[in-house]
């Protein structure tokens, strides 16, 4: 199980998932690897597998860990009221300080998201068409994060490096395919967060384009892909009576403790991490 417990603390998630599927195999009802699986699974944003082995799990044995992690994977497939149950079950078990102000955090990120519903969400489509020869697209895509980078696979056809161009800006993605004559297909992303453009990059086949934008702040989690647009000087706040304000900066940060696990620094943080999935 040390194979595939570096595979995952190296960011082979694929590699730990196949290696945790065979352990499954042979141990079916084994509560860690499941648990250890179903992390692996966020990480790359297969939100339905990680659920389905989280509620396994959670059957045979009930942990904070457990509770945290469905919860973290219910919120980011958007079902926002079984992530807030699971959140305050996780927090009726947690032990430190550090425990309660994570989940405090999600529980809160649980209720601004309630509020931000009818906003854009990630894998849509539309398509404005310009009145020139230039159109500028939004096509289906897919993402997913690691402590440092954020992948996103763009899929469209019939590109190749001759006829594309990429930018990379603080907060800005853009892509421009270059069509038969004069004519060109732009696709444009306001990202939620900011990168750092001189170390991001792109790879590109007749079927897709795959981004790798480094993030400006490692370990803090991108909760969407593209900046959600709200009304100009607007703030989330947090549905309640309450007089005091969330800062939700802040927020993001303090969630940001639960991804200060995944940087890899030898033998002592893969113990220290599987420590605490397992306690």
């Given at each position: 199980?040390?194979?595939?417990?570096?595979?995952?603390?190296?960011?082979?998630?694929?590699?730990?998932?196949?290696?945790?599927?065979?352990?499954?195999?042979?141990?079916?009802?084994?509560?860690d690897i499941l648990l250890c699986r179903a992390i692996a699974y966020i990480r790359?944003?297969?939100?339905?597998?990680?659920?389905?082995?989280?509620?396994?799990?959670?059957?045979?044995?009930?942990?904070?860990?457990?509770?945290?992690?469905?919860?973290?994977?219910?919120?980011?497939?958007?079902?926002?009221?079984?992530?807030?149950?699971?959140?305050?079950?996780?927090?009726?078990?947690?032990?430190?300080?550090?425990?309660?102000?994570?989940?405090?955090?999600?529980?809160?990120?649980?209720?601004?998201?309630?509020?931000?519903?009818?906003?854009?969400?990630?894998?849509?489509?539309?398509?404005?068409?310009?009145?020139?020869?230039?159109?500028?697209?939004?096509?289906?895509?897919?993402?997913?994060?690691?402590?440092?980078?954020?992948?996103?696979?763009?899929?469209?056809?019939?590109?190749?490096?001759e006829t594309l161009h990429v930018a990379f800006g603080a907060q800005e993605l853009?892509?421009?395919?270059?069509?038969?004559?004069?004519?060109?297909?732009?696709?444009?992303?306001?990202?939620?967060?900011?990168?750092?453009?001189?170390?991001?990059?792109?790879?590109?086949?007749?079927?897709?384009?795959?981004?790798?934008?480094?993030?400006?702040?490692?370990?803090?989690?991108?909760?969407?892909?593209?900046?959600?647009?709200?009304?100009?000087?607007?703030?989330?706040?947090?549905?309640?009576?309450?007089?005091?304000?969330?800062?939700?900066?802040?927020?993001?940060?303090?969630?940001?403790?639960?991804?200060?696990?995944?940087?890899?620094?030898?033998?002592?943080?893969?113990?220290k991490l599987f420590k605490a999935i397992y306690e």
């Amino acid at each position: 199980m040390e194979a595939a417990h570096k595979n995952f603390m190296y960011g082979n998630y694929a590699g730990a998932i196949e290696m945790y599927t065979k352990l499954l195999g042979s141990f079916p009802e084994n509560t860690d690897i499941l648990l250890c699986r179903a992390i692996a699974y966020i990480r790359t944003a297969q939100y339905d597998p990680a659920i389905a082995d989280l509620e396994s799990s959670e059957k045979i044995k009930k942990t904070f860990q457990t509770h945290l992690r469905l919860g973290i994977a219910q919120f980011f497939k958007g079902k926002l009221s079984d992530a807030r149950s699971n959140f305050k079950d996780a927090r009726g078990m947690a032990d430190s300080d550090s425990e309660k102000t994570l989940i405090s955090s999600w529980i809160q990120k649980c209720a601004c998201e309630e509020g931000l519903q009818s906003a854009t969400r990630l894998n849509q489509s539309a398509t404005v068409p310009s009145s020139g020869a230039h159109e500028e697209t939004k096509a289906q895509y897919d993402w997913y994060q690691s402590a440092g980078h954020v992948n996103m696979v763009l899929r469209v056809r019939g590109c190749s490096r001759e006829t594309l161009h990429v930018a990379f800006g603080a907060q800005e993605l853009e892509a421009t395919i270059k069509l038969q004559g004069d004519d060109s297909k732009q696709y444009a992303y306001t990202l939620s967060m900011e990168i750092v453009p001189e170390q991001s990059s792109y790879t590109v086949d007749d079927k897709k384009i795959e981004f790798k934008l480094k993030k400006k702040e490692d370990g803090v989690q991108w909760t969407s892909f593209e900046k959600v647009e709200n009304k100009v000087g607007y703030v989330p706040a947090y549905p309640s009576s309450a007089k005091k304000k969330v800062d939700w900066n802040k927020l993001d940060k303090e969630v940001a403790l639960d991804s200060a696990y995944e940087k890899p620094e030898g033998d002592d943080a893969l113990n220290k991490l599987f420590k605490a999935i397992y306690e």
